[in-house]
């Protein structure tokens, strides 16, 4: 039997579980609205009809509840202002649907995700030292340089997305950050294969799961914790795409992104994707690290009620490859189209985690006709596909533009978050956007 109890649960409860839980930004019914896109537009806020999903109220056009706090811009050395803060301490920012417009996102317009402080920018980049350590033959302290001369180097454009990426779109709220889609970009990183490193360390056969460290140091300034620090079977570990990287787009890795050095590990959660790189211990057993066990990167193999409390130590699982999803960059939510616009082109891009996007559609009816988008090919494995299409709107007025993919298995964006969880992993509904033409 449900009760209110249950399903208030969840969602009121506090805790000091790291990883994407710990943000203490106050929920914003943001995602619902235009209001914020066509502020950013320079429209009058109100213009347009609220695009509501789960506010039938909203809906109807009555009013809603004003959000205590709409979204914040995001002020910091080198990066666009049009990504939104999700919190300050630590320091969080997505980038709105929108603003991945570009085929490899610059750096000004990459998401930011820390679950700690940010550590002290070093001066002798070249010098900073990795260590391999655990259940290898040779344990290793590499420094940057000979990172840069004892391994050949690749560069791969790929996906970095954060576990909690359309955390936002889950009823009841999900413990922690409220990213709608925009916590995830596609760079090009260049660096050296954590495969290659870790078979000159040369991996016992006890080798069996990695754990990554990194020099932030955690929120509460303890010294005895870690930021976060996951880990993953040694399997994922020796894909050829694992990289250890010291660039993004062809610059020195910026300080905020993890440099001098980070991990990429692509199609899995981004907190995976160790910054300030320092430590990689190999182990024999699954890594206990901050950040793993309990609801952290976990999802249930068996669903449960949505708002209802579990530990996650029964029927939940370490998710491990992201879930197909899609979005559409152009035009921006809450755009404004001259009368008797009836062509409208749009742009966007689509990923799927370990998977590969087989098509991307798009619709005007709130799903009654699908129409098939182009897909570019992507670069490499991991890259995000590109996709432009046209659409033919029947008339002027208010249309929602949904955009759906489709993953190689044949698994789709489902139209609302699925499979509840605590600390909200995975949810990837297809992307809503509202246009108005005259
Ligand atoms: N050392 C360290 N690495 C980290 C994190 C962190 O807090 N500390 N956050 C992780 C998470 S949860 C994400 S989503 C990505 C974000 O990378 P970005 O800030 O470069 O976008 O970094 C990951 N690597
Ligand atoms: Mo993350």
Partial sequence: MLNEADLRDGAAATDAVPAEGNSDTPRTSRRLLLGGSLAALGLAAGGLPRLSVTSPAAAQGAPAAAPAKGPQ?????????????LGDRPLVAETPENLLDDDTTPISKFFVRNNGQIPEPVKDVDGWQLKIEGEVDKPLTLTVKELKSRFTPHTFRMVLECGGNGRSFYTPAARGNQWTNGGAGCAEWTGVRLADVLKAAGLKSSAKFTGHYGADPHLSGDTAKDAVSRGMPIEKALEPHCLIVWAMNGEPLPHIHG???????????????SKWLNRILVRA???DG???GGTSYRVPTVPIVPGSNADGKTNFTDLTSMPVRSIISAPANGARLPAATREVALRGAAWAGDHEVAKVEVSFDAGQRWHAMTLAKPKNRYDWVRW????????????????RATDSRGVAQPHVATNWNPQ???????????????
């Avoid at 909200?424 to 005259?438: E, F, Q, T």
Wanted: no cysteine; hydrophobic share 35%; aromatic share 10%.
């Fill in 424 to 438: 909200g992993y995975g949810s990837n509904p297809l992307h809503r956007i509202a246009v108005l033409v005259g």
């Fill in 388 to 403: 432009t299409g046209k659409i033919t709107l029947p008339s002027d007025g208010y249309f929602e533009l949904w955009a």
């Fill in 73 to 85: 811009p995001f002020d910091y050395p080198g990066k666009d202002k049009g990504l939104t803060l």
């Fill in 290 to 292: 901050q950040g793993m």
């Fill in 285 to 287: 057993t699954p890594h």
């Fill in 259 to 273: 440099g001098p050095l980070r991990l990429v590990v692509p199609g899995w959660p981004a907190s995976l994707s």
